[in-house]
C-alpha cells in the first residue's frame, strides 16, 4: 500500500493509504484500490473536486 496526499480545491489536504489510485474519466470518479486491485468501496472521491493527488514515499 502506498501513502497518498490529496488535495481538493478547496484547500483541504487527506492523506489516504491505497494499493493504488486511477483517474476513470468515463465514469466520472477516481478508483482506490487496494493491493489486490479491489475498489476499496469505503472511499469515493469526485475528480472534480481534486486539485491533486500526490503519492509520498
Avoid: C, H, R, W
Amino acid at each position: 500500500m502506498t501513502e497518498y496526499k490529496i488535495i481538493f480545491e478547496s484547500g483541504v489536504m487527506v492523506d489516504i493509504t491505497a494499493g493504488s489510485i486511477e483517474l476513470n474519466d468515463v465514469l466520472d470518479k477516481v478508483e482506490v484500490k487496494d493491493d489486490d486491485g479491489k475498489e476499496m468501496e469505503e472511499l469515493y472521491l469526485n475528480f472534480e473536486d481534486i486539485s491533486a493527488i500526490i503519492p509520498q514515499s
